[in-house]
Nanobody
Framework: QVQLIDSGGAMVQPGGSLRLSCAAS?????????MSWFRQAPGKDREFVAL???????YYADSVKGRFTIPRDSAENTVYLQMNSLKPEDTAVYYC?????????????????WGQGTQVTVSS
């Protein structure tokens, strides 16, 4: 099973930016399988944030569209999530996740591997 390590979380002020990283233990993991980012705020269900196809095409939840991107220069075993114009409601633990198809999963039940999570806190 492919292991994922996500990192880059921190505390930032509203309007700030962060770049999260997701590194896979297997070479070419992200050109073989699609991947996604999810987040989970305290007391809430884990929710979909963004997904990436193996060809680099990405898709975003409405709540982050226009602010978050998955850069196309991501490597074959490392993918990033660039987060700009952060808001307090973006505060959550962020998880990268691997799917079993060419597109990343939108539903947590379809995830085959999870990262351990990285905390993002947006607060003044």
């Amino acid at each position: 099973q492919v292991q994922l390590i996500d990192s880059g979380g921190a505390m930032v002020q509203p309007g700030g930016s962060l770049r999260l990283s997701c590194a896979a233990s297997a070479e070419r993991a992200f050109v073989t399988y699609g991947m996604s980012w999810f987040r989970q705020a305290p007391g809430k269900d884990r929710e979909f944030v963004a997904l990436r196809w193996t060809d680099g095409t990405s898709y975003y939840a409405d709540s982050v569209k226009g602010r978050f991107t998955i850069p196309r220069d991501s490597a074959e075993n490392t993918v990033y999530l660039q987060m700009n114009s952060l808001k307090p409601e973006d505060t959550a633990v962020y998880y990268c996740a691997l799917g079993q198809y060419a597109y990343g999963p939108r539903n947590p039940s379809a995830v085959t591997s999870w990262g351990q999570g990285t905390q993002v806190t947006v607060s003044s």
